[in-house]
């Protein structure tokens, strides 16, 4: 399938989490077929079935890890969607554990850059995917 080929050649840059957008701006300068982000949903609920791994996080990104996202890690990738990335401060409700956790799952995944030297004084965590 063309879709996760794309997503296989780019997941080492963007840690297997690609907006749907970049996606289909990939597939329309390889292919002249015209596909849509329903179509996109098509194809990956089509694979699932497979338990290929695959599937769409917050309506926005195709996830192709082999581990599921909590709804914490979800959470997190809504935030980074908005804001570009996403930090302690930015989820201080949680607590330090919680974010702690899920924040390093992700790092461990691969999923999220860490900037250690921001000028904000903490640390950022940046999603390859998110970055345009």
Known sequence: MALLD?????????G???HIADLLTLYSQKYTQKIT????RKA???VS????????VKDNYVCT???ELSEDSTEVIAMADQQGFVS???LGHWGKDRFGIIIHKMVQEG???????????????FFPGNIN
């Open 111 to 125: 999923l999220v850059w860490v900037d250690t030297k921001s000028k904000k004084d903490e640390i950022l965590y």
């Open 37 to 40: 982000k329903s179509d996109v």
């Open 49 to 56: 079935v497979l338990g290929a791994g695959c599937r769409i």
């Open 6 to 14: 794309i997503c296989q050649k780019k997941r080492r840059q963007n």
């Open 44 to 46: 990956l609920d089509t």
């Open 88 to 90: 302690h401060k930015m």
């Open 16 to 18: 297997g989490l690609m």
């Open 65 to 67: 890890l082999p581990y």
